[in-house]
């Protein structure tokens, strides 16, 4: 390894506006089971299928239909 490195002519990432940030959020035991369940059928991990949900859901301005009692 050097001593150090000369980063004056670098560039900055072209994807860093992409990058996935790492949150934290409450979800019910029976939705991540769901996920889950689902994610074994497709062979994906179930966060990447929690978030392929949501980017759909915003892709697509969808509104919640919420009745309360």
Known sequence: ????????????????????KQITIRIGDETISYFKEMADTKGIPYQNLINLYLRDCAAEHRQLEAKWR
């Open 1 to 20: 390894m050097r001593e150090s490195y000369d980063f004056s002519e670098s560039v900055k990432n072209p994807y860093a506006k992409r990058l996935k």
